[in-house]
């Protein structure tokens, strides 16, 4: 029972974390590398877990070129 629960407040954190701080940066981030084209507005659909993945990405390849 207590292995559910924290499994569950795991799985919350790493989603709200994902989901909305990894989203935002990585929304604002592509914005301005596409000049605006990438992410559309709200209603379109697009690729959320992309948006959420670039800025990761971004900071393992910085970190990649900075220690190799």
Request: glycine share 6%; charged share 15%; hydrophobic share 55%.
């Amino acid at each position: 029972m207590l292995e559910a629960l924290a499994e569950l407040v795991v799985r919350f954190v790493v989603e709200f974390l994902f989901y909305t701080v990894f989203y935002g940066i990585g929304w604002v981030m592509l914005k301005t590398v596409t000049l605006g084209r990438y992410p559309p507005p709200q209603p379109a659909k697009h690729n959320e877990e992309l948006v959420a993945l670039f800025p990761i990405a971004t900071i393992f390849v910085g970190l990649t070129l900075a220690f190799s």
